[in-house]
Nanobody, 120 residues
């Protein structure tokens, strides 16, 4: 099982931008469709965006995220990114990356996540 290390979160004001990074080890992300997830306080973890192994297919969970976030993968660096702009208070959450859910499993161990806090 591979390992994931998320970084790049922080405390920012509404309207700001952040770029999250997810460095993988132990497995190559190039073998998997990958995704970003987030979990807000008191809520279940939800998918934010996903990207196919080649990068050709990208999906965003909501209209709002689609027009503000960009998921990017660099297979050569074994790293996944989430570029976020025009952050809103509702984006406040712990952000995680992992493979897309497939065959009833994820293919990496969950990392500790990176906290994004947006002040309104």
């Amino acid at each position: 099982q591979g390992q994931l290390d998320e970084s790049g979160g922080g405390l920012v004001q509404a309207g700001s931008s952040l770029r999250l990074s997810c460095a993988a080890s132990g497995r190559n992300i190039s073998d998997y469709n990958m995704a970003w997830y987030r979990q807000a306080p008191g809520k279940e973890r939800e998918i934010v965006a996903s990207i196919s192994w080649s990068g050709a297919n990208i999906n965003y969970a909501t209209y709002s995220v689609k027009h503000r976030f960009t998921i990017i993968r660099d297979n050569a660096k074994n790293t996944l990114y989430l570029q976020m702009k025009s952050l809103e208070h509702e984006d406040t959450a712990m952000y995680y990356c992992n493979s897309a859910y497939h065959n009833a499993r994820y293919y990496f161990n969950w990392g500790t996540g990176t906290q994004v806090t947006v002040s309104s």
